[in-house]
């Protein structure tokens, strides 16, 4: 079993129209190299499912969403992202389902259990209700008789998802102490693709010391794409932190995404770690303090 | 910076610090820096058995100090998002939050401000202030006390409950700000003024604020006392960071 792939066989299972999910949380452990990719490619109408970082204002400035469904979007160090604030400004988004983050999680758990919906109690007293029309109630058939809110299921085309390693079968290992809700993200999508800092052989996975760092099982995982440097200008600890003077270049950008287009999307991946001095320079980014 | 005076943010890490003081053994999550150092104060001094975390994935025995180049060394636990959320709906968290509106009902908003399809200003979006709100205890620093946070009229989106909702109610501990400190147990949970800062007055605090409030006490508000100022400036923010929070204005 072999599922290495490159970065056009991941696009050429992705079309116009497609629910997508992105793993990560903000401004870290991002496979901005297979977001980059999709800037530059012909898709279009995406809905983008997130807990948002610079994946999201890439893809706003680069005019591929449709729809956003999200609790947040920001840069953690820099609290706002202002790709996709001038996109939501200019009322470009047309569709948003904007959630409280646990209701997000509770989405993407009800996909990945097959489940309609989960219940909760989050969103009650918010315009989160208000606002998305498609949420409905639902009446505990217990003597509580509670009424809950039923989360629907975030049922997912695609998840894309940036790990330190994996094997050609699909094995992965998340290094960084939080793995955030990339599990839910492979368990809740038809198709899996990761994008991996290093490959390795499967015997080298052998120590259980090792396999503490494995979340999700290889038949949730498609195909795996050698991206070293894959998550920059995200993090991916502990090969490398936040590059936060990368951010700000990017921040800048907002207003003249021609430029930053040509500079640092427009190009091969490994013209982008060059334009960004190299794998030298992504492994030397100390680690961010929070 | 003084180091004989106390500075207005040293006066709002004291103040806010005492939210926590009799909250036992909940996680305390200060989410900016003025909250931060206070939830770093309240575990030094007012509630040591708090539960506090690095802000990214560890529950850490002792507050990092603010500026620390240097990773942390030991952690007491693990605390990842998918943890926080597991132990925020049970209610084991208090929090301090910085919303951009905040109105009379105490519903926030850091989501947007304006027309929600075209707003003329984008924010983060509501993240877990749904949750929060409902699941815990929240309490509220403001840095810029002014009409434009304390809103006239609701706030634009609602992000967290508030308690002009007839099934729920929020928990609203203490309301920091840079003029005053308010909570919200006046009459049918109103604004209710309980203490003003050294040299604001009350009409100033009126003029900044877009709804009326009790008054239950227009006392001065308590300074930091020696210790507590030696823990701001010599272990938790030895760099003067939070002199930046209020900019040249105080």
Redesign the interface.
């Given at each position: 079993m072999n599922k290495i792939v490159n970065i056009n066989q991941i696009l050429s299972q992705i079309t116009d129209g497609m629910t997508i999910g992105i793993g990560g949380?903000g401004a870290r452990r991002k496979p901005m190299s297979i977001i980059r990719a999709i800037c530059k490619s012909d898709l279009k109408d995406l809905t983008i499912v997130t807990y948002?970082g610079p994946d999201v204002g890439l893809l706003c400035s680069a005019k591929k969403v449709k729809k956003l469904i999200?609790?947040?979007?920001?840069l953690d160090i820099i609290?706002?992202d202002s790709h996709?604030?001038k996109a939501?400004?200019?009322?470009e988004i047309k569709e948003l389902m904007?959630?409280?983050?646990?209701?997000l999680?509770w989405g993407l758990r009800a996909a990945a259990m097959r489940l309609p919906f989960l219940p909760t109690?989050?969103?009650?007293?918010?315009?989160?209700l208000?606002?998305n029309k498609e949420i409905k109630l639902v009446k505990s058939p217990y003597d509580d008789g509670e009424e809950l809110i039923a989360m629907p299921a975030i049922n997912l085309d695609v998840s894309l998802l940036h790990v330190n390693t994996a094997d050609e079968k699909g094995n992965t290992l998340i290094y960084?102490?939080?793995?955030?809700?990339d599990d839910l993200f492979a368990r809740a999508a038809k198709q899996t693709f990761v994008s991996a800092e290093q490959i390795i052989k499967t015997s080298e996975f052998k120590k259980a010391e090792v396999a503490v760092y494995n979340h999700f099982e290889r038949n949730l995982v498609h195909g795996v794409f050698h991206s070293e440097g894959g998550a920059h200008p995200t993090s991916c600890d502990p090969n490398y932190g936040i590059d936060i003077a990368h951010l700000k270049e990017y921040s800048q950008a907002s207003d003249s995404f021609d430029d930053y287009y040509k500079k640092f999307i427009n190009i091969s991946n490994n013209e982008y770690l060059d334009a960004v001095g190299g794998m030298s320079h992504v492994n030397s980014i100390?680690?961010t303090?929070? | 910076m003084s180091t004989s005076s106390t500075t207005l943010a040293e006066l709002c890490i004291s103040i806010a610090a005492k939210a926590w003081q009799k909250d036992g053994e909940i996680l305390a999550t200060g989410i900016g820096l003025i909250p931060r150092l206070a939830v770093g104060l309240s575990k030094l001094h007012f509630n040591k058995d708090l539960l506090m975390t690095d802000g990214e994935a560890f529950l850490i025995d002792q507050p990092i100090s603010l500026g620390q180049k240097i990773p942390i060394s030991s952690a007491e636990g693990l605390m990842t998002y998918s943890r926080v959320f597991d132990l925020l709906w049970s209610g084991h968290r208090h929090a301090m939050v910085s919303p951009t509106q905040i109105d009379k009902y105490a519903q926030m908003n850091i989501s947007c401000i304006g027309e929600y399809q075209n707003p003329k200003v984008q924010l983060l979006g509501v993240r877990g202030f749904p949750g929060n709100s409902i699941c815990h205890k929240n309490s509220v620093f403001i840095p810029n006390h002014t009409k434009k946070v304390f809103v006239e009229n609701e706030v634009d989106m609602v992000s967290s409950l508030g308690f002009n909702n007839n099934t729920y109610k929020p928990n609203i501990g203490v309301v920091v700000t840079n003029l005053c400190v308010f909570d919200f147990n006046g009459n049918k949970n109103s604004l209710r003024l309980l203490s003003i800062h050294p040299g604001v007055s009350l009409d100033e605090i009126e003029e900044n604020t877009g709804f009326e409030f009790e008054i239950f006490s227009e006392s001065i508000s308590e300074i930091p006392t020696k210790t507590e100022l030696k823990l701001i400036r010599n272990i938790l923010d030895p760099s003067g960071i939070r002199e930046n929070i209020f900019g040249a204005k105080k």
């Open positions: 949380w948002g999200f609790g947040f979007v920001s609290p706002l996709f604030r939501r400004q200019a009322g904007e959630i409280d983050e646990g209701m999680q109690r989050v969103g009650f007293g918010t315009d989160v208000g606002k960084g102490p939080d793995p955030f809700f100390s680690k303090i929070f | -």
